[in-house]
């Protein structure tokens, strides 16, 4: 995972969701205790009420796993099969604490990186800017990458500036579809010729896909497995990969 993972603290993504599940695991494995002492008879319900909490310890463990190391695997095999020139530029969008920015600035040492954020707690943990420039900084590439500060669906860049575009579970965070449609129609604009989008995301891959299609670009989406399940296979992550 060494080999993967940047040096760094990249937070935990929406933070309260694993301790929910952790909550939801205590809880019921006290249910599961007073009902096998209490009730002897009731063996079929100690045994559900037991199961649930199994159910609950395993969703949250997976849900660590996957912020803390899964999406790193992900990213890294995402940007393997990518190919960058010398002299070109990326950009990822709701960068968080930097982890793909810098993993993109690693692995093609020619390419000039941006990053553009909110910054909002609540969609990961620490997230500032101050934290992403301290990743960058960890990791000696703080001279190829630039953070913004700005709204993905009204980006402050010029018409075909990247050759690359990035998303991590950053787009389904916009809860309107009118929103989502516009920060894929900014990566399409600010997308440069022959250029190429990267997206791993839940629940909305079918939605991005079709606005990318529309748009004109060439689309395939796929599921990454289980290293991007968000406590369970009902919330996995999908990469929607699309060229011009």
Known sequence: MAAVRPRGDYGIDAPWVPWMWIGYTVLYAAITIAAATLWDAWWWVVALVGL?????????ALYWHTSLRGKFVL?????????????????DLGCG???VAIMTALRFPDTIVTGID????????????TAAQSNATLNGVQDRIHFDTGDMTALP???????????????????SRDGRHRAVSEAVRVLAPQGRILIADIRRAKEYATDLRAAGLTVTTFPLGWRGWWSGPWMKTTAVTATR
């Not at 860049?157 to 809860?175: E, K, W």
């Open 52 to 60: 649930a909490t199994i159910g609950f310890a395993a969703g949250a």
């Open 75 to 91: 990213w890294d095999r995402l940007l393997s099969q990518t190919t960058l020139s010398g002299g070109s530029s990326a950009l």
């Open 97 to 99: 604490h930097g982890t």
């Open 118 to 129: 909110l910054w909002r707690s609540v969609d990961q943990s620490g997230n500032t800017i």
């Open 157 to 175: 860049y010029p018409d075909g500036t990247f050759d690359l575009v990035t998303a991590s579970l950053a787009i389904h965070n916009i809860r």
